[in-house]
């Protein structure tokens, strides 16, 4: 009895350190005043604004994107079994189909749907502050997430954010350092 359990125990660490196996990495940094547009292996299209650092990792049970610093589109690819997720220092965005944006500012991290439905989690020391500020936010819908863990619902378009795809940047609002922060990413000197 005891082997049998030592022998489940071993099967069932492999099997984890197989799941933990990234099957995919990829990083990509874009400079200032530069916009790159990349195709991830499962079709994902991920657009990167100027000035911006990811890294993507896929494993067999999860598609991860790390976003360092500035703005991506991301195209997902739908796969139940894979949830594609993305974080920031502050945030988690879960989705598993959809057209959404991540914008990583310095004091908060905003969150755009342009269709489908993701799941906004503030980065939490406990359970019970995540269960309050979680989120779940569709179509046109826009959320902040703040150093301090509130999540915000905010009253403006989604569509702004994807304006720098057409070469322009829309400000609805927007205070001097989120103007500042954006348009730094398009110049040479901040």
Same mark, same amino acid.
């Given at each position: 009895?005891?082997?049998?359990?030592?022998? =489940?125990?071993?099967?069932?660490?492999?099997?984890?350190?197989?799941?933990?196996?990234? *099957?995919?990495?990829?990083?990509?940094?874009?400079? &200032?005043?530069?916009?790159?547009?990349?195709?991830?292996?499962?079709?994902?299209?991920?657009?990167? $604004?100027?000035?911006? +650092?990811? /890294? #993507?990792?896929y494993?067999? @049970?999860?598609? @991860?994107?790390?976003?360092? /610093? !500035?703005?991506? *589109?991301?195209?997902?690819?739908? +796969?139940?079994?894979?949830?594609?997720?993305? /974080?920031?220092?502050?945030?988690?965005?879960?989705?598993?189909?959809?057209?959404?944006? #991540?914008?990583?500012?310095?004091?908060? #991290?905003?969150? $755009?749907?342009? @269709? !489908?439905?993701?799941?906004?989690e503030?980065?939490?020391?406990?359970?019970?502050?995540?269960?309050?500020?979680?989120? *779940?936010?569709?179509?046109?819908?826009?959320? /902040? &997430?703040?150093?301090? @863990?509130?999540?915000?619902?905010?009253?403006?378009?989604?569509?702004? &954010?994807? =304006?720098?795809?057409?070469?322009?940047?829309?400000?609805?609002?927007? +205070?001097?350092? #989120?103007?500042?922060?954006?348009?730094?990413?398009?110049?040479?000197?901040?």
């Open positions: 009895v005891s082997l049998l359990c030592i022998m =489940s125990f071993v099967f069932h660490q492999q099997y984890l350190d197989w799941q933990a196996t990234p *099957i995919m990495q990829l990083a990509a940094q874009n400079p &200032v005043g530069q916009i790159a547009h990349k195709t991830l292996d499962d079709g994902t299209r991920v657009t990167l $604004s100027a000035k911006s +650092d990811m /890294e #993507v990792t494993y067999r @049970h999860e598609r @991860h994107v790390l976003l360092r /610093e !500035g703005e991506a *589109i991301f195209e997902v690819t739908k +796969d139940p079994e894979r949830p594609f997720i993305v /974080e920031t220092d502050t945030a988690k965005i879960t989705v598993l189909g959809t057209r959404f944006a #991540v914008n990583r500012l310095d004091q908060l #991290v905003r969150v $755009s749907v342009d @269709h !489908g439905t993701v799941k906004v503030p980065k939490a020391e406990n359970e019970q502050q995540l269960a309050t500020e979680t989120r *779940i936010i569709t179509n046109g819908q826009v959320v /902040e &997430v703040y150093p301090n @863990h509130a999540t915000v619902l905010v009253n403006r378009p989604a569509s702004e &954010v994807f =304006s720098f795809l057409n070469g322009r940047l829309v400000f609805d609002r927007a +205070d001097v350092d #989120v103007i500042a922060n954006h348009v730094s990413r398009y110049r040479q000197k901040p």
